[in-house]
């Protein structure tokens, strides 16, 4: 009985997984291709690094998708598909898995702000009425 309450436990962990891949993976091609259609509106030489730069920002968010794509499958494969595991293995490495990506976010997280920090300091020391 306990079993079959885990086993439809992970069921449910599974199809939820899917309609959550399937549904941020709609998100991030409508942001994808939201970027892109404004790329392609850029046409005048005064937005030619506009663009490079927008180039430069979707390189970097396929880049990231496809890795945190990859991320899943291989989570998924090795960890959920693993009929040799426990539930509770399962939710032990679920969880381990889980903590490691909001640690990778947080990391990413606090260097944006230290970015965003550090050309804060620069404008203000720029300003001439900085040192008044």
Do not use: C
Request: aromatic content about 14%.
């Amino acid at each position: 009985m306990l079993f079959n309450r885990h086993l439809a436990y992970l069921y449910g962990l599974i199809i939820s997984f899917f309609f959550f891949f399937f549904f941020f993976a709609a998100e991030a091609h409508r942001a994808l291709e939201l970027l892109e259609d404004y790329h392609s509106r850029l046409s005048t030489p005064q937005d030619r690094a506009l663009r490079s730069a927008i180039e430069r920002v979707i390189r970097i968010f396929k880049s990231r998708l496809f890795q945190a794509l990859l991320d899943i499958q291989e989570f998924y494969e090795l960890t959920l598909l693993d009929e040799s595991k426990t539930v509770q293995q399962k939710t032990a490495e679920t969880l381990l898995i889980a903590s490691k990506w909001e640690q990778d976010n947080a990391i990413k997280a606090n260097e944006v702000s230290m970015r965003g920090q550090a050309r804060e300091s620069l404008h203000v020391k720029s300003d001439p009425f900085y040192n008044v």
